[in-house]
């Protein structure tokens, strides 16, 4: 009798440890099936208030450049996109939460960043550019600068770059004022982001000033996810490319640029 228990309780421990056995498998293969799992609807997180890159037309459509190619890449990856707008100083969080996959606007690619986060291809260059104008032949080169007097915002990174070659600053408010100074000769140049001064040159339909030099030094910007998120990150980039090759991203760019800013 004693057998015959002993007999029916290995059996018993034996059924239990299979089946337990067969719902690891099971919760392995399901966790697997999640992880790899398409997703339906790409979360954009965006500030929806920083034109020409994310901002509200006439029309109260949510538009913009970072806009337009996000909304590319997510058609062609048989995605919804929904527009989470935020302001900037809560996009980090809001990724960091979770509230969105990824963030569209144009963030720059740093050390600090990459340290905790994972970003995509770049999908705009940027650098830092001497505005002059038109008929100006004299500066050609940021070592051109010296002497020459520079309308700058006096806390910008782009006045210190102006005074470090050697130009005597003007203080402005920003690009508009800039440029108004050289229109009527009261400085010769002002030094600034090249995507802020071709968008104001596309805007106002101004031939009256030029892009005369950009430094070596550019700028990076990609679009923004948590890392653990490789898949999504590698069928971003794989869009990205292919919207590279057929001329798609060079297209958008020129729409609202007028040049390429897609590549260096």
């Not at 960043?113 to 995509?120: G, I, K, P, Q």
């Not at 009261?186 to 104001?200: G, H, I, P, S």
């Amino acid at each position: 009798m004693k057998k015959l228990y002993s007999i029916l309780l290995t059996a018993s421990l034996l059924f239990l440890l299979a089946a337990c056995g067969g719902n690891e498998d099971q919760a392995a293969e399901t966790n697997e099936t999640q992880d790899t799992a398409e997703i339906e609807v790409l979360r954009v997180g965006t500030e929806g208030t920083y034109a020409p890159y994310t901002f509200h037309n006439e029309a109260g459509e949510l538009t913009g450049y970072d806009v337009e190619v996000i909304k590319e890449v997510a058609k062609r990856m048989d995605v919804e996109v929904e527009f989470m707008e935020t302001q900037w100083d809560s996009m980090f969080a809001g990724l960091n939460s979770e509230r969105f996959d990824v963030i569209a606007n144009q963030v720059g690619i740093n050390e600090d960043r990459l340290a905790n986060y994972d970003f995509s291809t770049p999908y705009t260059y940027s650098s830092s550019v001497i505005v002059t104008p038109a008929d100006n032949n004299d500066i050609n080169s940021f070592e051109d600068l010296k002497g020459k007097k520079s309308a700058q915002s006096l806390t910008s990174n782009y006045g210190a770059l102006a005074e470090e070659n050697g130009a005597e600053l003007v203080g402005v408010e920003g690009l508009a004022q800039s440029i108004q100074l050289i229109k009527q000769g009261r400085v010769d140049v002002t030094v600034n982001d090249k995507l802020a001064v071709l968008d104001y040159m596309k805007a106002q339909n101004d031939e009256s000033i030029k892009i005369a030099a950009q430094s070596d030094e550019v700028s990076e910007m990609a679009f923004t996810f948590n890392k653990g998120n490789e898949e999504l990150v590698e069928a971003v980039n794989e869009q990205l490319a292919a919207m590279k090759e057929d001329g798609t991203l060079a297209k958008i760019s020129k729409e609202w640029f007028g040049e390429d800013v897609s590549t260096k």
